[in-house]
């Protein structure tokens, strides 16, 4: 699954542990946990307690290849990264809290050892990585990115690296590498720390043979800085590091190889051999740097030196080795500086073994009394480990053992599970298909099996369920599956194709689970079964590959069910299948990288391979050649004798002319990619163990899926059965379809309880038994079925037909909710919902970058159980109303860990998916119809019986807790989470019921005395009494998932504690702000949202501080092209902004995989337009706010990521938090919040706001380009937070820019509308048009008058450009202020619905506006009232329909007339005061005009000039009245004027003028 989507893994590993040799063995700084690497890829982390007790947490999938060494990334305390390479020179870096890949890379070479170095650069510190292993140089590489900086190479005898270390002189800056080479020879380096990746070559400083071949350790003594350890597999010696003098040498003893040491202190020493025993030794006085003797034996024969002393083996006692060891054992050392233990030996050996000794810290006078034991015994006393464990033992004292797939179905004499051998899932029809060690195929619904493993429900305990089939045929275990159907279109729906032990190729019916045929071909196992691409010959399409372990391959016909080529000359073990099909060859690569050619068509051998020649065939059958470009000759083809040649050289000329024919009539079909909800993948540490399965739920595909059915109407939607399959062709006709469909309902009830009836009595499954034909039988004949699958196979899986999506849905929620921190959302999930609580452990799993995968061991809970112990039990928060009482056994109790802490303290990354999907899927959930988990056979369960309350009782259990629950739902509102709460009730009341409701009111609302209580309770009880029941179970519904999402948002820190709850992480909330489903995205925001909120002013300073030195300084974007003259879908010449170099195709590679903001972003966003000199916050904010200037990251993907991010952070935090414009209106809440602005958005202090402010306008006004799309989730994100914080950000931007910008994204607004609606995923084009209309209506209700005077001004502009005869030629018809009509309209619109008083004092703007964006023709034809009813609210609007005139009264008193037979307006000087109403008279001859706080009326007459033309002169007042002021005592605000002042025309003559007080005055011309 690819790793931009929101996956959540879930693991089933089974009743077997995985195989885990272990290779490499770590402990980290914290000494908290042990991480080792095993010889098949994985990383296993175990955590380590304060009791030395140790238990299995993690495992890590990632690596391709053996695990060579493990290094911490860094010596500090603070960060638990590790870096792990593997022999295939596969580098990792990974986060040991949670196990996620924060990076990953592969360099040529293998890589044996790593050493953490950290640089000091003035005050700032950085850390790198020494590495060295099967090549000639050591290589520094970037602690952070992987990335190698520069190298050390060798002048003198270049040979590889066995060991080094680093030594720190005290009197000197310098760093010096000492290294020994394999042959022996010692090597120094010396390191400034101002080395870069473009420094000259570095070559050793000094040399000097040593004749320590092949040494194991280097070792510096970190006590004295004097003295060197060196381990070779004879000996171990030490050495002086001033001159590198022999102190001393201990040969090994006969048998013994050492393979490692270090110094315990600096008197002793520890070293351990092949055998994984462990040796300490007391140095000679004369390797003691502060003895008197110290090198008193440099220069002597070994023999007169004083040999140390041996006196503590650490092993483990050999009646405890059950199995002897099949690979040395991984041993290391770990010294901590901090904890109540210092000192460990760590092993690790091939049975997954992990053991450690705690070193004893042994005083002269102890060791003093073991000389003289020693001198009697001639031994040294042995020490048994501190702690022992391996996965295995986990495994077996596990009170809940972990379950399989299909652990129910079928177990062996001694009730263990039969190992699964071979798996396949089938998405389409929710299948699992599982080949198993007894040769058996079983096919199970995929969904049912899982909620049985996982999940507390009715068949929980049930065995045999659910209802499955067994295809039996195979002689033994199964070893491969393949559903051709499921890789290509063009195979028959029925086969299904398996592989086994037992040389045996078997097609199998998966409709009815008959055995079609099989294929004996092949001398050994099978271990392989591909399907030919489409691209083949006829033939071949209905064909499959096998590979068997006597290096054969074969093509197997499904349709004429014979072998068309069988190819057996190959020497060695088949390792890769690749196809040719222009040349219609297949390519058989071996282990002994020879590549076998062979002609598909004639079963021919063309040729044999190897080296370089036998890699490019390779890497040449991976490029697609048409025909037309295939360079066969006939010559050629005659040689190879191949028939698809010759046709290829036929069909070569007449290709152009029918490639579109052909196309429409190509026999194979391209299927296109789907994402589905759930995908089952099969695992398996190592080739010899059985599958363990990872259930990998997709968020996206599963909220799309639910969206799917329910636009389509599919309430129900039933997944499909397989038989439901089959071609249309071999379908009933629709009539017998109608015909059957009644009685066919009625027989599959009563077979459906026939066999539920026959699985309580005790049946443990249906098993459809096939026998393999008889050998006598031919081809031809038709293979017999087994008497017993006749009789059986009436008990098709009929009980099989549920609603794939929503049971998708309810083991993904059932599995992640919270349970057990409220009893009553509890009672609420069960009995509304539908949801199950789980009866085990859940393994959750994380997915991180490059598809590195994270799973938690089954062990994972008991450390944190421990941790926990002690902790109170869940308590009633009371954030449902409490129903009745629950039978024990319907709740079933979990353990406190599980149930209170669960999955909620792993890691921040872990927390972070989790609520993300269970959020985003609750409020899907809650947007659908009906949308319970519960079906009607649960619903007439003997569970739901006793448990439904009434109506009643409900509307009282819940109002009787209202006021408790009061502060609970103000917290709720304060964080402002949208579409969270659902509460809507019918506020229309009768006395009636208003009385019978008060008589019943529970005593709890009566003595509150809380209006807001009371008139809840009236709301509530006439809801409910009027509501029939579907309606109040749908409303009840909407709740339930409302009050989950709640609780997962915004009370789960509280309700858990710090301890118990680990924070999203903010960077990948930021990372989803704009995810492609709106689901998540709006789960994503609301989660940032409440998690800023919740950390207070000082976490967001910390974030403002962590995150402002990555904050990019764009260029200018006012220098950038505008919109209006370069339209996005238009290509734009590139201005010195804009780069020239083109991204790598691993960049681009790299932004398809990662899930990431800057998605289609190349380096020259973020490094191009980016000043490098320093970053823009700490060189011109002000000195309390200049942060230290952050390194530019040295992985250019590391870097654009995290400038993103910061753009992203800060720009909601700044939107948010920071401080607005101060303006007249604003209230004291907004006055508090400006003084609470973060530094750097604050009005004191404003230069975050002002650089974030440039970074999202450049984001947006930058033009599109291959590097910067147009439509990418991080130009969203800008122009979402440039509408939500405009109010920040508005004076240090351009803001006629900004708009016009906007508004080039909306003018496609119409051709999106249908997919904006529908609810689907969105288009990126469509996605970029909504949040721009957002955006543009946030901006609008927030600062009405800077979108009015602005789009006013570009509407002048725009008019004098038209009006200009030297611009005729410039685009003005297709510029942005024209096709953009539809959406200024609906703006102005929005502005007069909400934002009345604001258009009044800009009215005349806005009608400059509106008649711009007025179709003319409409306008003479419709009128104004008909066009664009909005503006005609306004009582200072009139238009004239003979005229066809506009006048707007001004509020400073002038009159504006329009003309749109001219397109002119005119503005004359009317009134002193502003003028609040104008009326045309009904010919059209008159206007009045009236100002009310002028107490005047004015009657103008209006007449056309020369042409019609109007002019100044022909308009002129005639008449003036006084009117009476208002009343003493009347409401004079702008609102109550704006509605009650008004002119109204009794006649051609005479008006009535009404003001806001109620009075008339009537006057006449």
């Known amino acids: 699954m690819a790793s931009n989507n929101l996956a959540v893994p879930i693991v089933l590993w089974g009743h077997v542990p995985p195989t885990h040799c272990i290779s490499a063995i770590l402990l980290t700084s914290d000494q908290r946990t042990v991480v080792t690497g095993c010889h098949d890829g994985q990383i296993c982390l175990w955590d380590l307690n304060e009791n030395m007790e140790l238990v299995p947490r993690n495992m890590l999938f990632g690596h391709t290849a053996k695990i060579t060494c493990l290094a911490k990334s860094t010596d500090t305390w603070e960060k638990c990264n590790v870096v792990s390479a593997a022999e295939n020179g596969e580098l990792c870096l990974w986060d040991v809290s949670d196990g996620r890949c924060i990076e990953h890379t592969k360099l ?150 050492w393979t490692g040491g270090e110094f315990v202190a600096g008197d002793r020493v520890i070293v351990w051999s092949k055998a994984g025993r462990g040796s300490l030794y007391q140095l000679p006085s004369c390797c003691i740097p502060d003895s008197a003797d110290f090198r008193s034996g440099v220069g002597q024969a070994a023999a007169k030196t004083p040999a140390p002393f041996q006196y503590l083996v650490m092993e483990i006692h050999p009646s405890k080795i059950k199995k002897p060891l099949t690979c040395t054992p991984a041993m290391s050392f770990s010294f901590g500086r901090r904890g109540s233990y210092h000192k460990l030996l760590l092993r690790g050996d091939s049975h997954g073994r992990v053991t450690l000794w705690k070193i004893p810290d042994i005083t002269e006078k102890e060791l003093s009394c073991l000389k003289q034991v020693q001198d009697s015994v001639d031994r040294p006393p042995d020490m048994p480990p501190h702690v022992s464990m391996s996965l295995q033992d986990v495994w077996d004292s596990m009170e809940l053992k972990p379950a399989g797939i299909i652990d129910q179905l079928s177990t062996k004499q001694d009730n263990t599970p039969l190992a699964i051998t071979a798996s396949l899932y089938l998405p389409a029809q929710g299948r699992l298909v599982c080949g198993r060690e007894d040769g058996s195929i079983t096919i199970v619904p995929a969904t049912q099996t899982a909620k049985v493993q996982l999940l507390q429900c009715e068949h929980t305990k049930q065995r045999g369920w659910p209802p499955h089939r067994i295809l039996r045929g195979h002689k033994g275990k199964v070893t491969c599956l393949v559903y051709p159907h499921q890789e290509s279109l063009r195979y028959d729906p029925q086969y299904l194709v398996s592989g086994g032990v037992d040389f045996a190729v078997l097609v199998w019916d998966l409709f009815s689970g008959q055995l079609l045929h099989t294929f004996s071909v092949h001398g050994g196992e099978i271990t392989q079964l591909v399907c030919p691409p489409d691209n083949c010959n ?44 222009a040349d219609d060859f297949l390519v058989v690569g071996c282990l002994d990288n020879t590549v076998y050619v062979w002609q598909m068509e004639t079963g021919h051998l063309d040729r044999v391979e190897s080296g370089s020649v036998a890699q490019d065939i390779l890497n040449a059958c991976d490029e697609t050649i048409l025909p037309s470009e295939s360079t066969t000759t006939l010559a050629q083809a005659l040689k190879r004798r191949s028939l698809a040649a010759f046709k290829n050289v036929a069909q070569r000329a007449a290709f152009q002319v029918l490639q579109t024919s052909t196309a429409s009539h190509s026999h194979a079909e391209v299927s296109k990619t789907q994402n589905f909800a759930l995908s089952i993948t099969p695992m398996r540490t190592n080739p010899k163990d059985s599958d363990f399965h990872v259930l990998f739920f997709d968020t996206e595909a599963l909220i799309v899926q639910l969206l799917t059915d329910e636009t389509l109407g599919l309430s129900s939607p039933i997944a499909p059965e397989p038989s439901k399959q089959k071609d249309q062709s071999e379908s009933p006709s629709s009539k017998r379809r109608t015909l059957f469909s009644s009685v066919g309902e009625t027989i599959k009830a009563q077979v459906s309880e026939t066999i539920k009836s026959q699985l309580k009595q005790g049946s443990d499954f249906i098993d459809l038994k096939i026998r393999s034909p008889k050998k006598e039988q031919t081809n031809g004949q038709k293979e017999s ?108 109790h979990i353990g406190s860990s599980l149930v209170h802490s669960g999955h909620w303290e792993i890691s921040s990354a872990v927390t972070t998916q989790h609520l993300l999907s269970v959020i985003s899927v609750a409020n899907t959930l809650m947007g659908m119809t009906n949308a319970s988990f519960l079906g009607e056979k649960i619903n007439q369960g003997k569970r739901t019986s006793p448990l439904v309350p009434t109506v009643e009782s409900i509307a009282q259990d819940l109002l009787e807790n209202i006021v408790l629950e009061s502060e609970r739902v103000r917290r709720i509102k304060q964080v402002g989470v949208q579409g969270l709460i659902v509460g809507e009730v019918n506020t229309d009341s009768s006395d009636g019921t208003d009385s ?108 403002i501080d962590s995150w402002a030195p990555h904050l990019p300084n764009y260029v200018d974007p006012q220098t950038a092209q505008s919109p209006e003259t370069q339209p996005s879908s238009a290509s734009s010449p590139k201005d010195k902004t804009e780069p020239t170099a083109e991204p790598t195709k691993e960049e681009e590679t790299d932004h398809l995989q990662d899930e990431d903001l800057i998605s289609g972003c190349a380096p020259s966003l973020m490094e191009d337009e980016v000043s490098q000199e320093s970053s823009p916050v700490s060189r011109n904010c002000s000195p309390e706010m ?31 938090f920071g401080a607005e414009i101060a303006t007249k209106g604003q209230n004291e809440e907004q006055k508090k919040k400006a003084s609470r602005a973060p530094e750097g958005f604050s009005r004191d202090n404003y230069s975050l706001a002002r650089h974030t402010s440039k970074a999202l306008t450049y984001l947006l006004l930058a033009p599109p380009s291959g590097k910067l799309p147009a439509h990418t989730p991080i130009r969203r994100a800008a122009i979402d937070l440039i509408g939500r914080g405009f109010t920040v950000w508005e004076p240090y931007m351009d803001v006629s820019a900004v708009l016009l910008g906007l508004l080039e994204l909306c003018c496609d607004s119409e051709k999106h509308a249908a997919s904006m609606t529908s609810g689907l ?153 502003p003028v609040m109403a104008v009326a045309f008279s009904p010919d059209g001859r008159h206007l009045a005009t009236y100002s009310y706080q002028e107490n005047k009326l004015l009657f103008w007459q209006m007449a056309a000039g020369l042409f019609g033309m109007m002019s100044g002169s022909s308009i002129k007042c005639i008449r003036s009245h006084d009117t009476r002021p208002a009343r003493a005592g009347s409401n004079t605000s702008l609102n109550s004027l704006l509605k009650g002042v008004r002119l109204v025309w009794i006649t051609q003559k005479n008006v009535i003028v009404l003001t806001g007080d109620g009075s008339e005055q009537k006057f006449s011309v």
């Open 108 to 257: 040529s070479g293998t890589h044996t050892a790593i050493y953490p170095y950290q640089v000091g650069n003035g005050s700032s510190r950085e850390y790198r990585l020494i590495c060295h292993g099967y090549y000639a140089e050591i290589l520094i590489m970037d602690a952070n990115s992987l990335e190698v900086l520069f190298s050390l190479s060798s002048k003198l005898s270049p040979d590889w690296i066995s060991c080094l270390c680093i030594l720190r002189p005290i009197k000197r800056h310098e760093d010096v590498i000492v290294a020994l080479s394999t042959s022996g020879t010692l090597k120094v380096w010396t390191l400034t720390g101002q080395e870069t990746k473009e420094s000259e070559p570095i070559f050793e400083t000094e040399s000097k043979p040593l004749r320590c071949l092949n040494a194991k350790t280097l070792a510096c003594c970190q006590f004295t800085q004097r003295t060197v350890l060196i381990v070779c597999s004879n000996y171990w010696q030490v050495y002086d590091a001033g001159d590198f003098s022999l102190l001393c040498s201990v040969p090994n003893k006969k048998g013994e190889a």
């Open 538 to 581: 006829a033939r071949v399409l209905q064909s499959v590959c096998s590979v068997a372990t006597d290096h054969s391959v074969a093509l197997l016909s499904l349709r004429e069910r014979k072998a068309l080529l069988l190819a057996g000359r190959h020497l060695f073990p088949v390792q890769v299948i690749k196809w040719r099909p």
């Open 785 to 892: 079925v087994d008497l017993e699958y006749k009789s059986k196979r009436s008990k098709n899986l009929t009980l099989l037909e549920y609603n794939l999506t929503l049971d998708i849905a309810q083991l993904l929620m059932s599995c992640l909710h919270a349970w057990g921190l409220d009893l009553e959302l509890d009672k609420l999930c069960l009995f509304k919902l539908g949801l199950l609580k789980p009866h085990i452990p859940v393994s959750f799993g994380l997915i991180s970058r490059g598809g590195h995968m994270s799973l938690m061991l089954p062990t994972w809970y008991k450390y944190r159980e421990r941790v926990t112990t002690g902790l109170a039990e869940p308590k009633t928060t009371q954030l449902v109303p409490s129903t009745a009482q629950v039978e024990p056994a319907a709740v079933p």
């Open 996 to 1103: 019978e409701a008060e008589s019943g009111m529970p005593p709890s609302i009566q003595q509150s005395q809380c209006p807001s209580c009371i008139h809840a309770w009236l709301q509530a009880f006439q809801h409910f009494q009027l509501s029939d029941d579907q309606e109040v179970k749908e409303a009840q519904i909407k709740q339930g998932w409302s009050l989950l999402a709640a609780l997962h948002c915004v009370l789960l820190p509280d309700l858990l504690g710090k301890e118990r709850f680990q924070p999203p992480q903010l960077q990948m909330l930021a990372r989803r702000w704009q995810d492609r489903c709106l689901e998540v995205r709006e789960a994503a925001q609301a989660l940032m949202l409440a998690e800023l909120q919740r950390i207070g002013p000082e976490g967001r300073k910390e974030v």
């Open 1186 to 1216: 200049a942060y230290p200037t952050q390194k530019k990251a040295s992985m250019p993907f590391e870097a654009r990521r995290n400038q993103a991010t910061a753009i992203v952070m800060l720009g909601v935090i700044g939107a948010e």
């Open 1321 to 1473: 995923p969105l288009t990126p084009a469509a996605d970029s048009c909504r949040t721009a209309r957002h955006a543009l209506s946030l901006i609008a209700t927030a600062r009405p008058s800077a979108f009015i005077t602005t789009m006013a001004k570009e509407v002048a502009r725009h008019a004098a450009m038209a009006a200009n005869a030297q611009s005729q030629s410039a685009p003005i018809h297709t510029s942005v202020l024209v096709r953009g009509k539809p959406e200024i309209l609906r703006v102005i619109e929005l502005l007069i619905d909400k934002m009345q008083s604001d258009v009044a004092e800009l009215i005349v703007e806005v009608m400059d506006i509106t008649v711009h964006c007025l179709d003319a023709a409409q306008l003479k034809q419709k009128g104004l009232q008909e066009t664009f009813p909005a503006i005609c609210r306004f009582n200072m609007v009139s238009y004239d329909n003979h005229s066809r005139r506009i006048a707007v009264g001004a509020r400073n008193g002038y009159l504006a007339l329009y003309d749109q037979k001219t397109a002119k307006c005119q503005m004359i000087a009317a009134h002193s005061a």
